[in-house]
């Protein structure tokens, strides 16, 4: 070894110390933190509105107006209020060379809830600076621990539910990866016990309080032993705690396979795995439903929860004049959970069947992404007329 290399690997080393102090003080205050909020003995819940950039504003905007004439009575009393908030652009984020601008930040914490719109993350090769993933930020942020992303499809027997462990693993650190050398790139994955643990226990009390039979825990325990062996001896020590649901465990490789096997798949039920895995095999859950356009996700923590589209921001559709047309679909499955979150099941499940009645049987209009399809706004008002007539 030279003293190029020598030095290079002095100052590597001095730099992973540094991330895994503040792993180390992350770890010791999520442990500290024991409360989730009540929303019942709130005088006034706060949903924040977020749009994002791209067709984020559009689709966030259409999911607000759902969310405003749904809670209408809430609002009158209020009992619910909502807040714009703006700034999240990734104009803006590169402007202050922050995931998430300060003010925005503090926006973000005056807020119980908030809905979400999708935002653009730069990447390798696109000429723009390396920020974090302003998902990833907020999540961290606000100790958004728990992403969670129902998929169901009757006809074909899937009823899964995701528990994706929302704030370590593989994204913990993600952007703050050490290039050695011009030889030599090192990543870092994380994996603490409160952050498995709770995950893990979020994961068997939906699954014993829904009446779902089976936890399958997903790792790939097998090769990466340290990280992913600690998630799943955790998860399974939890899991003794629930004797009446069974638990499995799978690697992400064979799971992914599985869920193509019109036999096997239907054995699923809840999954727990984490953040890395979680997130590229609930997209391809997704599709099963129709596509991540059709799906929702929910990022829930003790204090904080920020509902989401699971989608992206698409860019292309804003240059290219289609940001109209944007489907606000995985949206709206979002507001459904947003609703649930905060205790009003009996206005989310009058959304949820608005919309499989919209989405899937009536189905009087349709949203292409184009002009062969109808608007964004046309579907909320379709949407919304739908929860009427059903209603009656």
Not at 234 to 252: C, L, N, R
Request: hydrophobic share 35%.
């Amino acid at each position: 070894m030279n003293d190029i290399e020598k030095k290079a690997l002095d100052e590597a080393v001095e730099k992973f110390r540094g991330l895994m102090e503040t792993q180390l003080e992350r770890a010791k205050r999520i442990k500290a933190e024991k409360e989730f909020t009540d929303y019942k003995n709130l005088d006034k819940i706060v949903i924040g509105i977020c749009g994002g950039d791209g067709i984020g504003p559009i689709i966030t905007k259409e999911s607000q107006r759902v969310l405003e004439f749904l809670l209408k009575d809430e609002v009158a009393s209020g009992k619910v209020e909502f807040k714009v908030i703006d700034g999240l652009t990734i104009e803006n984020r590169v402007k202050c060379l922050k995931a998430i601008p300060d003010d925005v930040l503090e926006e973000l914490k005056a807020c119980h809830v908030i809905l979400k719109g999708p935002t653009t993350t730069p990447h390798q090769g696109d000429g723009m600076p390396n920020i974090e993933s302003a998902n990833v930020a907020m999540r961290k942020a606000l100790d958004l621990f728990a992403n969670m992303r129902p998929v169901k499809v009757p006809e074909e027997g899937i009823d899964w539910t995701f528990f994706r462990e929302n704030t370590e693993g593989g994204y913990a650190v993600g952007s703050y990866g050490v290039n050695i050398t011009d030889d030599l790139a090192v990543d870092f994955t994380v994996a603490s016990e409160e952050g498995c643990e709770r995950i893990a226990r979020l994961a068997y009390e939906y699954a014993r309080n829904n009446k779902k039979e089976k936890v399958s825990i997903i790792t790939k325990a097998n090769i990466i032993k340290t990280t992913d062996g600690k998630f799943l001896n955790i998860a399974k020590k939890v899991g003794e705690e629930y004797p009446e649901i069974i638990t499995d465990d799978w690697f992400i490789d064979i799971t992914t396979a599985k869920l193509i096997d019109p036999a096997r798949r239907k054995d699923f039920k809840v999954f727990v795995l984490p953040n890395l895995y979680g997130d590229i095999i609930t997209d391809e859950a997704a599709e099963f439903q129709g596509g991540v356009g059709t799906a929702g996700s929910a990022n829930i923590g003790k204090k904080y929860a920020m509902f989401e589209a699971i989608h992206g921001s698409a860019p292309r559709m804003i240059t290219e004049g289609r940001g109209k047309y944007a489907d606000p679909c995985s949206m709206l499955r979002a507001t459904v959970m947003l609703l649930s979150h905060i205790g009003y099941q009996d206005k989310a499940e009058a959304l949820e069947k608005a919309l499989d009645k919209c989405m899937f049987e009536e189905k009087k209009l349709t949203i292409t992404g184009r002009d062969t399809g109808c608007t964004c706004e046309e579907f909320g008002d379709y949407v919304m007329d739908t929860i009427t007539s059903m209603s009656k």
